[in-house]
């Protein structure tokens, strides 16, 4: 099941299902919503004494796995990679990168002029970090931020470029299809790091979060969530499939 529906457009619900309004709501979406419901929402914090270098080396080998970030990424995200001789398949040398923040396919090139096509994202910015709770973190925590994973991810360099430090309420990927991922991705990673939103931010992210469609529900979770008594989100545990696969908005309650 995808895209917008009713409960109407169901062969399968009764007359006695809630009603059911605006797009339906991937499980991931719904969780995310919660989660954002935990973050504090705040003013945005000074960026005097942000660097760089406050969150530890560009690109260290936080791992031990004598790789270092960048070429991690570059290896995890890319297809078709190939690696420099000599590396033990670390210095990622050229590869193909689906580009999520644009659906665009880039071909990528170690080199002096070409290296610069793909560049390693950080999710959530450091700047943006910074100036949202990443000031009363440990050096240690801080340097985990910068080099996690969770919030690195190859991209095309202009687009990086164009979103800088902005959160989502300033910038969003002009791939539409991926911003719900995209939104979910910064939520999941401030809580981890215990930063904060502000009002702005929090209602962007909501928006986002709102319109995310569905393929198949793989939770039970009933976050009561949204904007005022018709807008929570829910799923019908009395729905006769095996996975809950209604989700959207009460408008009985």
Known sequence: MSGRGTVGDDPDAS?????????????????AMAQLETLPVKGLGPRTGYSRDEFGPAWADTDHNGCDTRNDILARDLTDETFKLGTNNCVVTTGT?????????INFVRGHNTSAA??????????????????????DQREELANDPLNLMAV??????????????????????????????????????SLWVTRAEHEAILDILEGCTCTAMDSGVRPQLGRGSTASVFWDSDTPFSLPTIVGAREDH
């Open 15 to 31: 007359e006695s299902t809630p009603a059911v309004r605006g797009q339906y709501l991937a499980s991931e979406a719904v969780k």
């Open 97 to 105: 990168l689906a580009d999520k923040y644009t659906g665009t396919t």
């Open 156 to 193: 095309g360099g202009h687009t990086n470029s164009a979103k800088g430090d902005k959160d989502a309420a300033a910038w969003l990927p002009p791939n539409t299809a991926f911003r719900c991922d995209y939104v979910s991705k910064q939520v999941v990673i401030k809580a981890k790091y």
């Open 118 to 139: 793909v560049q390693i994202d950080h999710i959530v910015a450091l700047g943006d970090a910074w100036q949202k709770g990443g000031q009363q973190l440990s050096t």
